[in-house]
């Protein structure tokens, strides 16, 4: 069974960081596809950033390019999105989701696996 784990959520300050985490089991990591989304409650979940299955290629929201950086562990199994200069709108639960597609996606409609998600309160 494929489980995505996210964490490293957590409260900060506008201009802060926070780096989260998500560790996938019960699958071959490399030739995933993976991405990060948000979501506000009451809102549709918004696709934050995304990887391609090699590595190799990344796209970002444009509301968070230049701050968030997303990476892609193969030897940890692991998913990263190390964010700075946080805003008082980047405040969401963060969800890791995973593909095994080779090209990246930011529609939440083309992941079949999703984490639990993880909690970014920002404050002003």
């Known amino acids: 069974q494929v489980q995505l784990v996210e964490s490293g959520g957590g409260s900060v300050q506008a201009g802060g960081s926070l780096r989260l985490s998500c560790v996938v089991s019960?699958?071959?990591?490399?030739?995933?596809?993976m991405a990060w989304f948000r979501q506000v409650s009451g809102a549709e979940r918004e696709g934050v950033a995304t990887?391609?299955?090699?590595?190799?290629?990344?796209f970002y929201a444009d509301s968070v390019k230049g701050r968030f950086t997303i990476i892609k562990d193969d030897f940890r199994k692991a998913l990263y999105l190390q964010m700075n200069s946080l805003k008082p709108e980047d405040t969401a639960m963060y969800y890791c989701?995973?593909?095994?597609?080779?090209?990246?996606?930011?529609?939440?409609?083309?992941?079949?696996?999703w984490g639990q998600g993880t909690q970014v309160t920002v404050s002003a």
């Open positions: 990887i391609r299955s090699d590595g190799a290629s990344t």
């Open positions: 989701a995973a593909r095994r597609v080779f090209w990246a996606d930011l529609s939440s409609k083309a992941y079949n696996y």
């Open positions: 019960g699958t071959t990591f490399t030739g995933l596809t």
